[in-house]
């Protein structure tokens, strides 16, 4: 009885999933799924093979469809996707498409870690040198039709990647602000420039940085925090007597004027730095 109704139980089931159009998994339909993983599993590490061992710089064009047929099987399996990256940056370099290939290195992650790393990291790095020589290209025949200011923009785009970039776009910021007669924005740039620095327009920017050598390095200890000799910087509040013994000692020019209110003096210093003193305590600073 209990075996009866046991086989009635499952008939009823089956008749349900049948009525609602489920199904149940078939043995075969597992057994496909499993034999395309492992084709597939198969066929990657085959693609993985191939890269490792073939010589691209000597290929043949059997070689890249071989591979290109193994990208397009897998599509997006594991880490296929970077892999295909990997060679077209490859393929556009061997074929002289320099900015082809740096997009496609560019797309690479930054922080991929699979199969071939090392070598696809390589080619990461590889590709921010070419990148770098390609606007060293363009910036050097900009130079010579005498258009500074694409210049400037082009390099304030990237002037975070490297020393060169800094230089440059701060050399012509220093050069913009020494014709508006802005001493002091021109030393600031100025101090953010790393030297020695040995880039396109190398000579003007070492003349230019050794003319104000001084002013620089006061600029650097000022923007770093660091005072001169232990002595701390003068702060608002201060003391004419503090503030002549700060870091910043005496003023090269003093303008005194009598109000109301009583005397007012501006204490001026190099780079365009001026301390406002009101009946002998500093009111306001100016960097």
Same mark, same amino acid.
């Given at each position: 009885m209990k075996n009866r109704n046991r086989l009635f139980m499952a008939l009823l089931m089956?008749? =349900?999933? +049948?009525i609602s159009g489920c199904a149940l998994p078939s043995h075969s339909g597992v057994t496909q799924a499993t034999s395309d993983q492992g084709n597939n599993e198969n066929a990657y590490q085959r693609l993985v093979n191939e890269i490792k061992t073939t010589d691209w710089k000597k290929a043949e064009p059997k070689d890249w469809e071989n591979v290109e047929n193994l990208i397009n099987q897998l599509k997006s399996y594991k880490y296929t996707p970077v892999l295909a990256r990997y060679i077209y940056y490859l393929k556009y370099l061997k074929e002289d498409h320099i900015d082809q290939?740096?997009?496609v290195a560019n797309n690479i992650p930054d922080d991929y870690f699979g199969d071939l790393r090392d070598e696809i990291m390589n080619v990461k790095t590889e590709a921010k040198t070419l990148a770098k020589s390609q606007d060293m290209k363009y910036y050097t025949e900009l130079i010579r039709k005498g258009d500074?200011? @694409?210049l400037r923009k082009k390099t304030v785009e990237k002037v975070s990647l490297d020393a060169d970039y800094n230089a440059i776009y701060n050399f012509l910021?220093?050069?913009?602000? +020494?014709?508006?007669h802005d001493r002091s924005a021109m030393i600031v740039s100025l101090s953010h420039i790393s030297m020695p620095y040995n880039g396109l327009l190398s000579e003007e920017i070492t003349k230019m940085v050794n003319q104000n050598a001084a002013e620089i390095l006061y600029m650097?200890?000022?923007l770093s925090g660091k005072t001169l000799d232990g002595k701390p910087k003068p702060i608002i509040g201060m003391?004419? @007597?503090? =503030?002549?013994?700060?870091?910043?000692g005496a003023p090269e020019e003093v303008i005194s004027t009598m109000t109301s209110?009583?005397? +007012?003096? +501006?204490?001026e210093y190099s780079a365009g730095r001026v301390i406002f003193i009101d009946n002998g305590y500093a009111t306001a600073i100016q960097y």
């Amino acid at each position: 009885m209990k075996n009866r109704n046991r086989l009635f139980m499952a008939l009823l089931m089956v008749l =349900v999933l +049948q009525i609602s159009g489920c199904a149940l998994p078939s043995h075969s339909g597992v057994t496909q799924a499993t034999s395309d993983q492992g084709n597939n599993e198969n066929a990657y590490q085959r693609l993985v093979n191939e890269i490792k061992t073939t010589d691209w710089k000597k290929a043949e064009p059997k070689d890249w469809e071989n591979v290109e047929n193994l990208i397009n099987q897998l599509k997006s399996y594991k880490y296929t996707p970077v892999l295909a990256r990997y060679i077209y940056y490859l393929k556009y370099l061997k074929e002289d498409h320099i900015d082809q290939a740096i997009g496609v290195a560019n797309n690479i992650p930054d922080d991929y870690f699979g199969d071939l790393r090392d070598e696809i990291m390589n080619v990461k790095t590889e590709a921010k040198t070419l990148a770098k020589s390609q606007d060293m290209k363009y910036y050097t025949e900009l130079i010579r039709k005498g258009d500074y200011e @694409t210049l400037r923009k082009k390099t304030v785009e990237k002037v975070s990647l490297d020393a060169d970039y800094n230089a440059i776009y701060n050399f012509l910021s220093a050069i913009d602000y +020494q014709k508006k007669h802005d001493r002091s924005a021109m030393i600031v740039s100025l101090s953010h420039i790393s030297m020695p620095y040995n880039g396109l327009l190398s000579e003007e920017i070492t003349k230019m940085v050794n003319q104000n050598a001084a002013e620089i390095l006061y600029m650097r200890n000022l923007l770093s925090g660091k005072t001169l000799d232990g002595k701390p910087k003068p702060i608002i509040g201060m003391t004419t @007597t503090e =503030v002549l013994d700060s870091s910043w000692g005496a003023p090269e020019e003093v303008i005194s004027t009598m109000t109301s209110d009583g005397k +007012q003096e +501006q204490w001026e210093y190099s780079a365009g730095r001026v301390i406002f003193i009101d009946n002998g305590y500093a009111t306001a600073i100016q960097y």
